[in-house]
């Protein structure tokens, strides 16, 4: 048995198609009916057409979800009388907290990034770009800030790294840093996208380090004064997650618009064959 990536880029049959949205075509293909059995197996073909639109109203709606359920279990913990499940739902939506159900939808999405700036990658190469390292690089990092997101790597640098003179998490000092050289790095790609996708780029960034470093550095003022149970910083810590998670939809949409400008449609395959 093999497994085998095919990924092809093409003019879109049907335009009303594209704006649509979520999925919108399901369909199945099989071989030529008029060949034996024995000359070619029975191929089937699911095919499932998502738009840049129709992704992101499901992925705001997949956030909302989330943030509404974390700020309920919170408040329980706060207000509500103790009862059986009550603080065993506030930790598994709680959007402040590691390997949880807010954690597994990070990390996929940052996971769907990668995935999205690999295929850009690769089309700019096959198109004899200039910019298939850049997006490839590009790739690497959002591979990078899954693992982060997933294992809380970023926490190692707080128990390593003494900045309180600066912030009270010494991880935003070095994230600070970070956000600096791979703007610097990245600023000719980005300089170069056409408007509408290069303008949601930047809307993305600011949106996620919004979230990522102010939301943060005011989150660690909230704990200096009320402590971590407070409400205040429970909310606090609502709201960068929040921003994070919105940063990334906003990104994944410009993604998928650039992926599909001019009409273009990408299609990956997954194919399994048996010797």
């Not at 024995?38 to 956030?63: D, M, Y």
């Not at 096959?126 to 298939?132: I, K, T, V, Y």
């Not at 380090?209 to 609502?238: F, K, N, P, Q, R």
């Amino acid at each position: 048995m093999r497994l085998e990536w095919r990924l092809r880029s093409q003019k879109l049959v049907d335009e009303a198609a594209a704006e649509g949205g979520g999925v919108v075509v399901m369909s199945e293909r099989r071989a030529d009916p008029g060949r034996t059995p024995t000359e070619l197996p029975i191929e089937h073909e699911q095919k499932a057409s998502v738009t840049p639109r129709g992704a992101a109203r499901f992925l705001v709606l997949v956030v909302l979800s989330l943030t509404a359920l974390s700020l309920i279990g919170q408040v329980a913990v706060h207000f509500a009388p103790d009862f059986v499940v009550r603080d065993r739902f506030a930790g598994t939506f709680n959007v402040d907290e590691e390997g949880n159900i807010p954690t597994l939808y990070s990390t996929l999405t940052l996971l769907g990034c990668a995935v999205l700036l690999r295929v850009i990658a690769r089309t700019d190469r096959e198109a004899g770009g200039r910019w298939s390292r850049h997006w490839t690089l590009m790739s690497i990092i959002f591979l990078g800030l899954a693992a982060d997101e997933f294992l809380a790597l970023h926490e190692e640098v707080d128990s390593r790294l003494d900045l309180s003179g600066f912030t009270q998490w010494s991880w935003v000092a070095v994230g600070i840093v970070f956000v600096v050289a791979v703007a610097l790095v990245f600023i000719r790609l980005i300089v170069q996208l056409p408007p509408p996708v290069r303008r949601l780029f930047i809307l993305a960034a600011l949106i996620y380090l919004s979230g990522a470093i102010v939301m943060e550095t005011v989150g660690g003022h909230y704990v200096t004064v009320w402590g971590h149970d407070s409400l205040s910083y429970a909310l606090c810590t609502t709201a960068e997650e929040l921003l994070e998670m919105m940063g990334v939809v906003v990104f994944i949409y410009a993604l998928l618009r650039y992926l599909t400008q001019d009409g273009r449609k990408v299609v990956l395959a997954l194919e399994v064959r048996a010797r």
